[in-house]
């Protein structure tokens, strides 16, 4: 039946808003995102308030998970395992890759459970949703400074003790790499949350899935001492070539792998639309099936 | 005055039952339909949204081709019963959701409250709350800053603002909450049934500030609410929705009217067999449809049992078209202890005489107590007392109240 409520007003075709139901799949409403860049900041803000509010230590609690992950580490794989550290103290690096594997791994781990997390706010009012997984990224890099602050107050102790290190002109890449990380980490936690709301049965796969791709990762060890048999399945991980110059940069260790490291960024780069994408297409009806 | 939205051809599928079983399977399916540019197989065309039938197919339209135009400064109240698709209109206006066809054009920012304190956080204070509340209804920070004090008063929470709110009262929590909605810079409100929390008091406040909100800042305000009374309060448009279609559109009076006779006529009557209890039946319930005040109603009431002296208590009830019961007609007596042997059947054909209603709407049903339960089996019926005395003299404008009573001196 239609009817129409009042008399018909020839009104000009100028619309703010059309809702429709399949919007263009590269329509990323990146304006809207942009008008809504308080709502970032105050979720990012939230997160910390709420992380340290009735704790003792506060934001201390930032640097005792690195440290004693450093401490563990040192133990089991460079007291018992002995796994080489390439001249480098072991605490160090061991330190150097926990920092910059914890901001991948929180990232891709946050942003992969976003639908299921925010499911009663999605369900009840609209905002650009890429804002959510957006803050979380933001707030793992301010926890990241924060531990990466811890790190080079560790460097700074080791270089006072004389310890001679070849940081070399490779650091400069160190903000590449960040960002690279934070695209990879967003990028893959976008496809993982956009999947869960229809299977739930990868959530559980991501939740042990980025322990076992750490091993996967020369987090603990220098791609060095992997045989050159098996290195190329190490090579395939995007985040080798990160990992790998990041401490190339700051330690002077190893070598700078170019390939690696132009494979890590193609990677991060496909990942990141990808994510975009799959998370744009879901996001319009996931609240259906959630 | 210029179209606020224009909803043109909107209609939403829901898939019921379960996801989990088969959704891989069947998603191959779909995707292999489309790719070879076939119809969907699993969007069956035709299934409507009745609750109580049992569809064929696991699809359901909860709307189906819904049109209409809202000009702007327009209160409209969205009415229908549960499960009519009310709720699914207000996600697809508010965004959380898109339209399976269809298309809504809008003009203005929309802002929209499906509940209240949506995204509160219970460790930070209330300042922060209003903030972030705010920004998550699509509010700048600036325009919060601007209308901080503003909202405060309407909460009336200051002595609280630097405590978490996990520390709040459920009511000082809505009144936060509210108040940040009612303040929004936006051209469009979309509410939904949020009222039910808070006392009298604020309740009467949130509906005056909506009130002011469409007539006083010309901003356009969409309305769900099963209260008839705050609908009509509020609204000066209505929208009738049954099972998922537009049946009606026009202004707040007719529209209510429309509904009440709709819920009566869906109510059961059309059976004429009601089941009360095991034992029971209501096997007829008749009533005149309009009258005028102080003239009489006449009813017929026909009620079978299987057993002896099964009814206890039978009372014919009338209630207001807001819900609220305005009278109760006790029926015992000798029908009901005289006529309810084994087997039998209670017919009474009785008469109100004199009723003293003011015109409008009310709706009739009846309260019965069996051996085995009591209850309320309303509406049955509904009818109107017209707007005009027994000498047929018009009223010149709505009286509010039920009841008149005559004066002697």
Known sequence: MTEILTEKVVAEENWDLEIRPQNSLFNLHLRDVWQYRDLLLLLVRRDFVAFYKQTIFGPLWFFIQPIFTTIIFTFVF????????????????YLTGTVAWNYFSECLTKTSTVFRDNASIFGKV???????????????????????????LMLAWYKVDGLI?????????????????????????????????????????????VQLIMYATPVIYPLSSVPEKHRYLIELNPLTGLIETFRHGFLGTGQFYGQAFGYSIIMSVIVFIAGLIIFNKVEKNFVDTV | MPVAIKAENISKAYQLGEFSTGTLSQDIERAWYRFRGKEDPFLKIGETN??????????????????????????VGIIGRNGAGKSTLLKLLSRVTTPTTG??????????????????????TGR?????????????????????????????????????????????????????????????????????????????????????????EGRTVLFVSHN???????????????????????????????????????????QNNIEIDENTVLEEFKLTENIRQFEKIEFVLKISSNLAGNVKDLKLVLESEFGERVCVVDLRGEYVENRNEHGAVIVIKGRLVNVPLLPGMYSAGIYIETTLLKRDIMPLGVFEILNENQFGEQYSRKLTGHISINLEV
């Open chain 2, 128 to 216: 922060e709350n209003i903030f972030l509340n705010g920004a998550i209804l699509g509010m700048r920070k600036h325009e919060i800053k601007k209308r901080f004090d503003e909202i405060v008063d309407f909460a009336g929470v200051e002595r609280y603002l630097d405590t978490p709110v996990k520390r709040y009262s459920s009511g000082m929590y809505v009144r936060l909450a509210f108040a940040v909605a009612a303040h929004l810079e936006s051209e469009i409100l979309v509410v939904d049934e949020v009222l039910a929390v808070g006392d009298a008091e604020f309740q009467s406040k949130c509906l005056g500030k909506m009130g002011d909100v469409s007539k006083g």
């Open chain 2, 103 to 124: 298309s809504i054009k809008v003009r203005g920012r929309i802002a929209s409250l499906l509940e209240v304190g949506t995204g509160f956080h219970p460790e930070l």
């Open chain 2, 50 to 75: 009745d609750r109580t039938m049992k569809g064929e197919s696991n699809i359901v339209w909860s709307l189906r081709d819904i049109n209409f135009e809202i000009n702007q400064g327009d209160a």
């Open chain 1, 78 to 93: 460079g007291r018992m395992a002995g796994i080489s550290t390439e001249g480098v103290p072991p605490p160090l690096f």
């Open chain 2, 228 to 270: 008839m009374a705050s609908i009509q309060q509020l609204c000066n448009k209505g929208i009738l929705l049954l099972n998922g279609k537009l049946v009606d559109s026009g202004d707040t009076e007719s529209i209510i009217k429309h509904y009440l006779k709709l819920s009566a006529n869906n109510s059961l009557i059309t």
């Open chain 1, 165 to 209: 290190l070849n940081t070399n002109y490779y650091i400069l890449l160190f903000p590449v790499i960040i960002l690279l990380m934070a695209m990879q980490g967003l990028g893959w936690g976008l496809i993982v949350t956009a999947l869960t709301t229809k299977y739930r049965d990868l959530a559980f796969l991501v939740a042990f899935g």
């Open chain 1, 126 to 152: 609209y905002f650009p949703r890429l804002i959510m997984p957006l803050s979380i990224v933001i707030s793992n890099l301010v926890k990241f400074s924060v531990q990466f602050l811890l790190f080079l």
